[in-house]
């Protein structure tokens, strides 16, 4: 038997490869997407978000999941954001609005039970959860209940990071110079890749508005502007 | 033609003690003459040495904690019709027959249930299901069936010759003779159906008249014995006294449950689905309270139902204890059978939707649970409403605005440039040296974008809108009203 057919034995796992786990969902980010096992958001567990402060692109980073999933007919579940989703902007980024479930419950109680029940649903594909605190045990049922249907659970929380947590994928997402840096604090597999430098806003948003609606000038040279 | 007979023979009993999971000893009381004369006890009051044909004096001096109901005729007539509906499920040829049973034509369902066995255990089982414990056999001829159901046998019979064998077995009570009638066949020593049978039929005609005679023979099919079936009502209409009144919700639910099941095998029997059904707790000496269930999606579900009910029960205040329940469908729609398959398809994920939207609205309210669209407006704060959740006609946002294909583009860059976040209330920033300051002053990154629309509806707005960036690199969506003022306002967060 040679090494790579041993390499290859699905029981062989190497520590510098992500392990081997069910594909999750496209985060739409091919950065990203290169460093999350999976190749994408983990299905059937749950994703802590860490905002330094709100407002730094956590949001930004699950809207293309978000379009894919409701384009594919299954439901997004939005439970108790902190303000309201600009539906024109969420349909400009791809998201179907008649797939998009927005929950407003009352207390902390019923944000978990809502949660629970959206995960358990077969018919959603995620369920976006805005919530402080979150006790370790609600959080364990809130994992088996996303386990029961294979839905993802993506939990946003503000920096201060707790200790230990059954979610399978813990991200940090802060600003610097511009550009939304993510750094993975935990991921199925384990050893921790260098930050993640995304272009979320993108440049400045006159400009990229202003580079579509102008003709393209980068290729016009002189020899095509005296033809024109 | 294969008749199988139901004879739930404590009816009386069980109209009251279907609604407890555990009934305290009751005893139902019926008057013969001037006496009040105990016909029906369950084993609770059978402990305590209570029998049927006792006075109901004596039965309350053996057992001090013995509750004595009246016999209710019309309740356990319509408990029986009830049956016969939910019956509809399974044969379209339901009969109702004597105080307490209920014929079912199968010949014609063997082949969809997959046999004889088969259906005779769902049925079985529904009835349990329903609360009722009956006896149920199978005979080719229904005056048979219901003969080998009032003696307690639960006989298969599929044939003519063995019914004639196994019919001559029976006393002669199953065949509800008048006293002197059966006096009369004791005296001469006619105990069996098979005795009877062996007698000269001209004397027995004289003496006992020609209708015991053309009962014998409808009974081993020499002659014609037509039913009338049972139509289904075109409303559900049930109602349930509770043996002991409670306030409980979770013994509330056990007698709602078994309503539902029965309403479910209504619906089934009838191709619909409910939508809206009312349920009403009665109180004594208190008005009823009333729980409407408004579904998003017609179902004939029983668990679905119930998971939806007991949301509502515990958001509720019952006044006091409920002595009753009565539950009526207020809007019935067509609802086709679904194929069983081994994927999940779309009509089954939409159904799983519209139960996960029924769940958590009866939990949290109407209000708490909603969807998003689009609205056909330039100013930001009208650009979209809140809808039922899935019931997105987009249209309006898309036909509309529908433009040359170019200004479309540009409506939609501009869509794309808007923030994930929209403020309720513009917030009023703060300014140093006429600049906008929010956490520390703002950089100006994209705009000014003017929008400037509504004039004819009083929410007159002339704004420029501005892409800015605070010292803490948070994207904000800012605004400076046109006019003498020019005060800057927050209205998003690009999140």
Known sequence: ?228 | MLWLALRVASLPLEVYTRAARTPHALAVVGSTGTRAEIIACNDAARRRGVKPGMAAAAASALASDLQIAPRDTAAEHAALERIAAWAIQFTPAVSLAGPSEVLLEVAGSLALFGGLKPLWNAIAEGLQTLGYAAVISCAPTPLAAQWFARAGLAVRLRHLDALHLSLSELPVDVMDLPMDACRLLQNVGANTVGDALALPRDGLARRLGQRFLDDLDRAEGSLPDPRTFFTPPTVFKASQALPAPAQEAEMLLFAARRMLVELCGYLAATASGAQRLSFSFAHHGREATRITLSLVAATRDPDHLTNVLRERLERTQLPCLTTAIALESELLLPLASRNLSLLPDAGQQEEAAAQLIERLRARLGDEAVLGLKRHADHRPECAWRTCQPGNNTDAAGASRLRQPESREAVASAAAASRPLWLLAQPRALGEVEDAPCYEGPLSLLAGPEPIESGWWDGHDVTRDYFVACNPAEAMLWIYRERGRAGKWFLHGFFG
């Open chain 1, 1 to 228: 038997m040679g090494l790579d057919a041993v390499l290859n034995h699905p029981a062989v796992w190497r520590g510098s490869e992500c392990a081997r786990v069910a594909p999750g969902i496209p985060t739409g980010f091919a950065e990203l997407d290169a460093h999350l096992p999976g190749g994408g958001w983990p299905t059937g567990a749950i994703t802590e978000i860490y905002a330094e402060r709100a407002g730094v692109g956590e949001v930004k980073l699950t809207v293309p999941a978000a379009a894919r999933l409701t384009q594919e007919g299954r439901w997004v579940t939005v439970i108790a954001p902190p303000h309201v989703p600009y539906a024109p902007a969420l349909a400009a980024h791809g998201v179907r609005l008649e797939r998009l479930l927005l929950i407003q419950p009352g207390s902390a109680e019923d944000n978990l039970w809502a949660s629970e029940q959206a995960l358990r649903a077969s018919c959603c594909g995620a369920v976006l959860l805005w919530q402080e605190h979150v006790h370790e045990r609600a959080l364990r049922r809130l994992q088996l209940a996303a386990e029961s249907a294979s839905t993802s659970l993506i939990l946003f929380r503000s920096a201060r990071v707790a200790p230990a947590s059954p979610a399978a994928l813990r991200l940090h997402v802060s600003r610097a110079e511009g550009r939304t840096v993510v750094r993975i604090l935990k991921r199925r597999g384990g050893g921790l890749p260098p930050p993640i430098v995304l272009d979320l806003h993108g440049t400045p948003v006159s400009q990229a508005r202003a580079r579509r609606l102008a003709p393209p000038v980068r290729n016009r040279s002189p020899l095509h502007a005296a033809l024109a």
